[in-house]
């Protein structure tokens, strides 16, 4: 059974970093960030193609997120700088066969969720 498991949510002030790291039981071609605010629908953060390592950001966390990877090819990691309270969400990890995609519906596995909130 394939797991993925996020860690490194936490309460952050603003302007603050986090980094949570996600470690998959199997290897994927492409593993991403996605979050969830209260009330919203859950969009796409960044996503990582294993081959060649390209990465992809949403325009709202370009420039302040990162994500990378391990050498094991089974964690990703994504570090969050310059926090603001519209990051707060629960960010999930999500893992997928074939090229890197924004949608969430093309991701077949999906970990729990962290809990990042962001105080002003």
């Known amino acids: 059974q394939v797991q993925l498991v996020e860690s490194g949510g936490g309460l952050v002030q603003a302007g603050g970093s986090l980094r949570l790291p996600c470690a998959a039981s199997?290897?994927?071609?492409?593993m991403g960030w996605f979050r969830q605010a209260p009330g919203k629908a859950r969009e796409f953060v960044a996503a990582l193609n294993w081959s060649g390592g390209s990465t992809y950001y949403a325009a709202s966390v370009k420039g302040r997120f990162t994500i990378s990877r391990d050498n094991t090819q089974k964690t990703i990691f994504l570090e969050m700088n310059s926090l603001k309270p519209e990051d707060t969400a629960v960010y999930y990890c999500?893992?997928?066969?074939?090229?890197?995609?924004?949608?969430?519906?093309?991701?077949?596995?999906w970990g729990q969720g962290t809990q990042v909130t962001v105080s002003s």
């Open positions: 999500a893992a997928k066969s074939g090229a890197y995609s924004s949608s969430e519906a093309d991701y077949a596995y």
């Open positions: 199997a290897r994927f071609f492409s």
